[in-house]
């Protein structure tokens, strides 16, 4: 019965997390698929988000998701800036240049942060960061972690607005058509360039949103980044290179697996649980790397 | 006119063995020169050949490895965990290169039939699993406290913990790489693999086997780096994950080569003494934030420099030599 609960309690918490997986998985992904680079800074941005809304918490006393509504036109214009300035002048080198390049920007985003904040983790005071609803289910009690459901409705926004976006407006048309064939797309009058600094301005954007959505669960620390890279690698490769609906499947993935590892085992082995954490999503996503480097779902590596 | 080309030729008229040993013995003066500075000295120049083994696979084949660091520590752990049983440290590096060669063996042989990014991605989880092991397996590894090395036996009477003589055998180790990269240049496998990197399906065409080429070339950067780890560990004293295995250690080993210049034979000497010496001038005021140096330094490499500071120089060489000649680059 214990057994039970905890499974059931772990896959709660993993499909919670699993959801700002998700999101920084779709950031990633969605870079891919339009501009066929792996973002390998995705990481690093999340810190950025994380620590921005720490700042604004900090100095201008909001709350974290109060601060999402300045972060994140911030991040955008970052991201976008970033990419006109630097990104744009490699677009016809090879992907492993540009993937250097991003894994480059980074390192100076993440050591930045770390000049100006140290090594000692950041939290943020919220009244509300330890509340959870507990509902009685079958004689079983469980607990939903209250700035976890936040996470997750605010990501489930976010996400749909992306995709409202890129299927029902103009900008969107002219997003996909650049991933479809960016040649085609020029010829058509689309600046595949400025499509591509705002595709870089939305990954950003959204790992920035992933960052502040985690800041009242974990505590900020500058050295996560290449923690929260891996874990989109994990997320983007799960769902293949480059799928949103995959990445969004990938996440949920990935948060379940990380959960129940850590709840589960401990009852067989005290060994490995917590402790290898991290581990269960990289073994995963080696083999899936193996077997189905296309990702779990769909035939070929499909595109936005 | 003569004297002109054989002037403006420099680098490639210079015999391999006599550039070798020009450079060679340069760095073999640090330690009269800048005798206080000898643990600059020793990490730059190990840096150095973390990042010539590197270049074996990540310049030559041009699969950029991000998880050098499994290697590293193998090497390093080994030398410690046999060290406790009394087993001196040279069988111990031979222990280490023998786990790295079946590691990256294995790994390889699982991974080269993936292209692109898909390997460097492999890397990467590989080595926090790895990372991850060696923090939580406390008998074998002694978790995050780490291994330290007690008293060291003399290697034909010297003693192990002189700096100098550390620096010495690290100048050893980085000579042995820069032989290998002449050799390597000229040899059959230097061939290949730059077929491979350039195109692999043109390669297969020829007759190579490009996942072989890039297997060898995987198995020759995993036992050269655990030598590595091994010399780090005599010249620290200890190990634990957090110093040898973690992500950074591996974006430095590649950055350093990449900066100096990928397949270049001098490239990731070259680089490593232009990051190292910033860096130790900066130490006070980055801190721990010192891999910023390496963050806008590749950024700038990677605009202005694609082919690394070696990469360019020669290139720019090149075309003073033949100035008719229209190079596409």
């Known amino acids: 019965m214990e057994f039970f609960s905890q499974g059931l309690q772990g896959l709660i918490d993993g499909l919670l997390t699993g959801g700002v997986y998700a999101m920084i998985g779709a950031g990633m992904s969605l870079i891919f698929g339009v501009m066929r680079v792996v973002n390998f800074g995705h990481g690093d941005f999340v810190i950025l988000g994380m620590y921005a809304a720490f700042a604004s918490n900090q100095y201008l006393k909001l709350d974290p998701y109060v601060s999402l509504l300045v972060v994140l036109p911030l991040a955008f214009v970052f991201g976008f800036v970033l990419h006109r300035a630097i990104l744009a002048k490699l677009l016809g080198a090879n992907d492993q240049t540009t993937k250097l390049a991003t894994l480059g920007l980074g390192l100076i985003a993440t050591n930045l942060v770390l000049l ?43 996400i749909f607005g992306l995709n409202m976006m890129l299927y029902r407006t103009e900008l969107g048309r002219a997003i996909r058509a650049t991933a479809q064939n960016r040649l085609g797309a020029e010829l058509q009058g689309v600046d595949t360039k400025k499509i591509y600094a705002i595709v870089y301005g939305i990954g950003v954007v959204l790992a920035a949103a992933a960052g502040v959505l985690l800041l009242p669960l974990l505590s900020a620390t500058p050295t996560l980044g290449s923690v929260f890279t891996n874990k989109s690698f994990v997320v983007t490769i799960l769902g293949g290179l480059g799928s949103l609906p995959g990445a969004i499947g990938g996440g949920l993935i990935l948060g379940v697996v990380e959960s129940l590892g850590s709840s589960l085992f401990p009852l067989m082995n005290s060994h490995f649980g917590a402790n290898y954490r991290d581990a269960y999503g990289l073994i995963i996503f080696l083999i899936v790397l193996l077997f189905r480097p296309e990702g779990l779902f769909g035939r070929t590596v499909k595109r936005v | ?54 270049d ?78 060696a923090l939580n397996e406390d008998w074998l590894t002694s978790g995050s406290e780490g291994k330290n090395l007690g008293s060291l036996p003399s290697l034909f009477g010297l003693d192990l913990f002189d700096r100098r003589v550390e620096f010495y055998l690290v100048l050893l180790f980085v000579a042995a790489l820069l032989a290998f990269g002449h050799w390597l240049k000229t040899a059959k496998l230097g061939f290949y693999l730059r077929a491979v990197r350039e ?83 900066f130490r006070s005021v980055l801190k721990e934030a010192n891999l910023l140096v390496y963050g806008v330094l590749i950024v700038l490499v990677i605009v202005y420099l694609p082919k690394g500071i070696v990469g360019t120089f020669e290139e720019w060489l090149y075309k003073r030599q033949h100035p008719l000649e229209k190079r596409g680059s």
């Open chain 2, 199 to 281: 195109d692999e399906d043109s390669a297969m065409a020829l007759g190579i086997n490009p996942a072989r080429a890039k297997l060898t070339a995987f198995v020759l950067m995993g036992m050269f780096t655990s030598i590595g780890g091994g010399l780090w560990l005599l010249y620290l004293g200890r190990i634990d994950p957090d110093t040898a295995l973690v992500i950074p250690v591996s974006i430095q080993i590649a950055l350093l080569a990449i900066i100096g210049g990928r397949g270049t034979i001098y490239g990731p000497l070259v680089g490593a003494f232009i990051i190292g010496i910033p860096s130790e001038i």
């Open chain 2, 56 to 133: 074996i696979l990540g310049g030559w084949a041009g699969q950029n490895s991000l998880g050098n660091a499994v290697f590293v520590g193998i090497g390093a752990y080994s030398v410690a965990i046999l060290h406790q049983f009394g087993i001196a440290p040279w069988w111990g590096m031979l222990v280490g290169i023998g786990v790295s060669g079946l590691l990256a063996w294995g790994w390889g042989a699982l991974t080269f039939r993936l292209r692109g990014s898909y390997f460097t991605l492999s890397t990467i989880a590989v080595a926090e699993i790895i990372r991850l092991i």
């Open chain 1, 116 to 158: 100006q904040f140290g090594t000692e983790p950041k939290t943020v005071y919220t009244e509300y960061a330890t509340n959870a609803w507990r509902i009685p289910l079958f004689g079983l009690e469980l607990r939903i972690s209250e700035v976890r459901f936040y996470a997750v409705i605010i990501t489930a926004l976010l």
């Open chain 2, 1 to 54: 006119m003569s004297e002109h080309t054989s002037q403006t030729r420099g680098m490639t008229t210079v015999p391999p063995l006599v550039l070798l040993a020009i450079v060679v013995v340069t760095i073999g003066l640090y330690p009269l020169i800048f005798g206080q500075f000898m643990n600059l000295g020793i990490s730059i120049l190990l840096f150095a050949g973390f990042a010539l083994a590197w």
